[in-house]
């Protein structure tokens, strides 16, 4: 059975095709016949509209087919919420390695912490680690002392508790670095007893992007994530530099320090063992009782510090001006989109996230290029990244 009703307008009609073997209800198929003023008939079945001519002539004949156009419900774009309350409770995490074998593999045999407090006058505490041995567990000792700062004292109340728990803590590389050593440190030792690991991985790139570690027994935990994520892939010297961080990063031998001299005193290394030192700053470091051990962790402390300073920054710039906090976001495009959404995004203005085989299909679209010019005169040399878009759309 065929059924039509006119619809609000006098030019559109609903048709539906009926079986009536059981009930009315049970509707085969139905489409939608709109006439335009050009005398143009669309006719909408499911998510598809066909376009037909009923004027005729010589160039398209009267109930021709002209085109087809497919219909997609995309999604509005997610808003974000401002933060009610600032987020208070982050810190600084970094490591040290040397290689234990010709092919490089590293052991990790220092480590520390920075983590925002109230408890002082500098405003944060600081503790670092470092190893008498190669052998000593020097990643579960330092995540051990993290989770018992979030426990506190004895008498520490269980709002108190709550309170530190869930500490984000920034690791500078952490994607491809800090936490490749944190996973082994915990899953080779009897750390794997104590703590649960879970991960969030950018496949495509196979980097980590942020890390859960959970407390099995009190079911606290503490989320790592990597601050290059958030600064442009910048070495952290560069960043305290350009943010004028009053934390100056030292000068380490990292090639000189080995596995069995962690505990050594003497002559100063050679200036060959430092990385990007001049001649005058190599001089400066007193020549006897140059000890290893002193002189690794003033540079891991700086590092830590420096690193906390930045975040720190940074946090109180973006929440007194946009009501967020960016550590509730792995990335920082994550936490532009969120600034954008909840700050200035009109809601009566939808934008659509476009998913599935279309999105595919514009990602495939992109092409990228360098474009290098030089002006000889002035000795400037300018580069500039060009993004072309490029997306044909075919019926």
């Given amino acids: 059975m065929v059924t039509s009703s006119p619809c609000s307008l006098d030019n559109k009609?609903?048709?539906?095709?009926?079986?009536?073997?059981?009930?009315?209800?049970?509707?085969?198929?139905s489409w939608t016949d709109e006439v335009t003023e050009g005398n143009i008939l669309i006719r909408r079945i499911s998510e598809y509209q066909f376009y037909y001519n009923l004027n005729g002539g010589n160039q398209s004949p009267q109930g021709e087919l002209i085109k087809v156009e497919k219909l997609f419900n995309f999604p509005n774009m997610i808003v974000s919420s401002k933060s009610q309350v600032k987020n208070e409770n982050y810190g600084s995490i970094d490591l040290e390695t040397l290689s234990i074998t010709s092919d490089g593999e590293q052991e990790t045999y220092a480590g520390g912490y920075c983590i925002k407090s109230t408890d002082n006058?500098?405003?944060?505490?600081?503790?670092?680690?470092?190893?008498?041995?190669?052998?000593?567990l020097i990643i579960e000792n330092i995540i051990d002392s993290i989770f018992d700062y979030i426990k506190g004292?004895?008498?520490?109340?269980k709002r108190e508790v709550e309170a530190r728990?869930?500490?984000?803590?920034?690791?500078h590389n952490l994607g491809r670095f800090d936490s490749l050593e944190i996973i082994k440190g915990l899953i080779n030792?009897?750390?794997s007893l104590k703590y649960e690991v879970e991960g969030k991985w950018k496949t495509e790139e196979n980097k980590l992007l942020s890390l859960k570690i959970k407390h099995k027994e009190s079911k606290l935990y503490i989320r790592l994530l990597d601050s290059i994520s958030f600064f442009n892939f910048t070495s952290l010297d560069k960043l305290l530099q350009t943010n004028n961080i009053d934390v100056q990063k030292g000068q380490f031998p990292h090639s000189f320090i080995k596995a069995h001299n962690l505990n050594y005193v003497g002559n100063k290394p050679s200036i060959e063992f430092y990385n990007n030192i001049n001649i005058e700053e190599y001089n400066?470091?007193?020549l006897e009782n140059w000890n290893i051990r002193t002189e690794l962790l003033k540079y891991l402390e700086s590092d830590i510090i420096g690193l906390f300073k930045?975040?720190?920054?940074?946090?109180?710039?973006?929440?007194e001006k946009y009501s967020l906090n960016m550590m509730d976001y792995i990335t920082f495009p994550s936490f532009a989109k969120a600034i954008f959404t909840s700050n200035y995004y009109n809601e009566d203005h939808e934008i659509k996230v476009i998913k599935g085989k279309i999105e595919d299909q514009i990602r495939t679209s992109y092409h990228g290029g360098l474009l290098h010019y030089k002006m000889i005169k002035k000795f400037i040399k300018v580069t500039i990244t060009i993004w072309i878009l490029n997306i044909q759309m075919q019926c």
């Fill in 165 to 171: 728990n869930g500490l984000t803590l920034y690791a």
């Fill in 13 to 29: 009609f609903k048709v539906e095709i009926i079986s009536t073997n059981y009930n009315l209800n049970n509707i085969i198929l």
């Fill in 284 to 286: 400066k470091i007193p």
């Fill in 189 to 191: 030792t009897k750390g």
């Fill in 153 to 157: 004292k004895e008498d520490s109340t």
């Fill in 121 to 136: 006058e500098l405003g944060y505490i600081q503790k670092t680690f470092m190893s008498k041995d190669i052998n000593e």
């Fill in 310 to 319: 930045l975040i720190q920054l940074h946090h109180n710039r973006y929440y």
